[in-house]
């Protein structure tokens, strides 16, 4: 006998999901061979509540992306091993960050050197010395707008969550960090059931409320670090960092549990929906390939067994 779920509460909670902003600071990565030009960059865009990384030396560069992952690049033009114009080239070579905004931020007044460096992998020049509130201004429009080109990117225009492409690379980048730190993960596929009939009675509006709600249902309840994405219609995706089947075929199925109470509202009437869901894990498949086909496979025999529940 499971606890029943409170569903105004829970809905609740989803509605004020729907106001959250996201709060993530703006990061900023400098790259500067001089210690006191990066510093003072530093200072004000953290006054401004960025957060900065500073490189000094640009063979760090590649790493440093990885690691801090900035939303823009400070490049100096004049370094002692590379110049800011062959470091922005290196970046632009990878396709994750085709899209990162870089600009130069040098004493180069030289105006054809100014719009050849832009020229070749750069987004914009700033001359040094700079007004601090120029500085927060130039950084801060550029990364409004490449955060607003990632979302329409990266994320799924009904539900907010990761779209297909997104997925697939966070499913092999997974897979290097869980073999990196010799952890698990598991990899969750879930499914509608017989959703065809949700949009052929009460309407395809009706039926994209329900894909919304049992986005934000996964949203609210799942962890931060776990990473959601609507495969394709009605399927999902879950990448749960660190995590066993075993413990991943427990949650997820609390999350069944929780999603077949929901009462959904048509016009003139009320009804329920649930979802079938296949799981695998890593290191038992260690592939992107297999480890998607094992939780298809899952998912299949979930419906065939007769749907509302989670296979591993
Ligand atoms: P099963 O339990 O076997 O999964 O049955 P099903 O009806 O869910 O599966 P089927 O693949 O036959 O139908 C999926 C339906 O999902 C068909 C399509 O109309 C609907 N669908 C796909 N994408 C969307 C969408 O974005 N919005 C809405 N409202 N419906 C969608
Ligand atoms: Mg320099
Ligand atoms: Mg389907
Ligand atoms: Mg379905």
């Given at each position: 006998f499971t606890k029943p779920v409170d569903i105004d509460a829970l809905m609740d909670e989803i509605n004020k999901l729907d106001v959250q902003e996201d709060p993530q600071p703006y990061r900023v990565m400098i790259v500067d061979d001089s210690e006191v030009q990066a510093k003072t960059s530093a200072m004000h865009l953290k006054k401004a509540g960025m957060e900065t990384c500073i490189v000094f030396r640009s063979a760090e560069v590649l790493d440093m992306l990885e690691d801090?992952?900035?939303?823009?690049v400070l490049l100096d033009l004049y370094m002692p091993d590379y110049t800011g114009l062959e470091i922005a080239q290196m970046i632009r070579q990878i396709k994750a960050y085709v899209g990162l905004p870089i600009v130069y931020l040098s004493a180069e007044s030289d105006r054809e050197k100014q719009l050849s460096a832009v020229g070749q992998g750069g987004d914009d020049f700033l001359t040094k010395p700079i007004k601090p509130d120029t500085l927060i201004e130039a950084v801060t429009a550029r990364i409004e707008r490449y955060r607003q080109l990632q979302t329409l990117m990266l994320r799924d225009g009904l539900t907010g969550l990761f779209n297909h492409t997104t997925m697939r690379e966070h499913l092999v980048q997974e897979i290097n960090r869980a073999a990196r730190n010799a952890q698990p993960f598991s990899l969750a596929m879930l499914d509608i059931d017989e959703f065809k009939d949700v949009n052929d009675r009460y309407g395809h509006a009706t039926g994209d409320k329900v894909l919304r709600s049992l986005a934000q249902m996964l949203t609210l309840r799942l962890r931060r670090a776990d990473i959601i994405g609507r495969y394709g219609g009605e399927e999902f995706v879950i990448i749960l960092p660190n995590t066993e089947v075993r413990e991943a075929v427990g949650l997820l199925d609390d999350l069944r549990n929780s999603f077949s109470q929901i009462v959904h509202l048509a016009q003139k009437a009320e009804f329920q929906v649930t979802f079938s869901c296949g799981i695998s894990g890593f290191p038992q498949f260690d592939s992107a390939a297999s480890l998607s086909e094992a939780a298809d496979k899952a998912l299949y025999i979930a419906k065939h067994q007769g749907r509302n529940q989670v296979v591993r």
């Open positions: 801090f992952r900035p939303d823009i």
